[in-house]
């Protein structure tokens, strides 16, 4: 149509009606956020002569995204949560604070409620053939080298089917399959027994697979695991190492891949006597440097909705 309104009174009059902006009460801050956000998309509709069609395309797809579950899924394939790791990383430099692992996303699909264990975990509770024996093992320490006494380190992965516990939609796994979380002691050491990972690809009939094949995007991951790591007076640590080797490393859709998380996984004889499933199995150390608190608080720590199981 070529018609431009938004620069209107009455649009602008619209967009501070709808957000009460001259009304009392209310959350300011929630108030100024959705102004722009409302605002902005006004102007888009506007500046790219959006139809009613493509407009209420778009909110039929929220409804499904909703429906799906997908949001937080969503959100690591368009970029957003690795938009907000770049944003802690570059306030981070800013307050010249560095030495520590690298941070990269979270993703949608931890479990709060995993069993803590001190010092070692096995972690594959249910059988799968078709991944191999692995150990993951490290120290914790601060930037200046010493180890972490007390630390808590949380890991997740998929198993070789690329599902998760708790989200497995076969059905398959128990609830903390593959997820677990050891206390460090005097050492800072941790050691999880558990499988090789393979990556995963969104739901094929999903909302988010749905966007990404209009943007002509697969919507697959290389084989990785997930870590929370935190400690007394440190700030916590949301990582993952991705495995060496995997040909989609630098291609995530998720875009999670840093050149200092990727683990390399090397043979080693012995597993038997670790309980694992065969004599020969996969070893990958990988170590954790967590940073102090900033002016005394943990300014890196992100409050958002995860699933949880009561134990």
Request: glycine fraction near 10%; aromatic fraction near 8%.
């Amino acid at each position: 149509m070529g018609i431009h309104t938004f620069n209107t009174d009455e649009v602008q009059s619209l967009l501070r009606a709808a957000c009460n902006l001259d009304g009392m009460g209310g959350n300011p801050r929630f108030k100024q956020i959705l102004h722009r956000l409302l605002g902005d998309l006004f102007k888009a509709i506007d500046d790219l002569d959006m139809t009613p069609d493509e407009v209420w395309a778009g909110v039929n797809y929220l409804n499904q995204l909703g429906k799906d579950g997908e949001a937080a899924l969503l959100a690591a394939g368009l970029g957003l949560e690795k938009f907000l790791d770049i944003r802690m990383d570059a306030a981070d430099k800013a307050d010249h604070i560095d030495a520590g692992t690298p941070r990269t996303i979270e993703g949608p699909l931890y479990v709060a409620g995993a069993p803590v264990a001190n010092g070692m975990a096995k972690i594959d509770t249910n059988p799968d053939a078709d991944a191999e024996a692995l150990v993951i093992h490290g120290t914790v320490t601060d930037t200046e080298g010493k180890p972490v006494d007390g630390a808590l380190v949380e890991c997740w992965h998929a198993n070789s089917k690329g599902f998760y516990s708790h989200f497995d939609p076969t059905g398959a796994q128990s609830e903390f399959n593959l997820r677990g979380a050891v206390k460090t002691g005097a050492d800072g050491r941790y050691e999880f027994r558990t499988l090789m990972p393979v990556g995963y690809g969104c739901p094929p009939q999903g909302s988010t697979q749905h966007v990404l094949n209009a943007l002509a995007r697969h919507g697959n991951r290389p084989a990785h695991v997930h870590f929370f790591v935190s400690g007394d007076h440190l700030r916590k640590l949301t990582t993952q190492f991705n495995v060496a080797g995997d040909p989609l490393i630098w291609d995530d859709f998720a875009y999670a891949t840093r050149e200092a998380l990727i683990a390399a996984a090397t043979q080693k004889t012995g597993g038997t006597a670790l309980g694992l499933k065969t004599d020969t199995y996969n070893d990958i150390e990988f170590n954790f440097r967590l940073t102090h608190l900033y002016k005394g608080t943990d300014n890196q720590l992100v409050h958002r909705e995860r699933a949880a199981v009561d134990v």
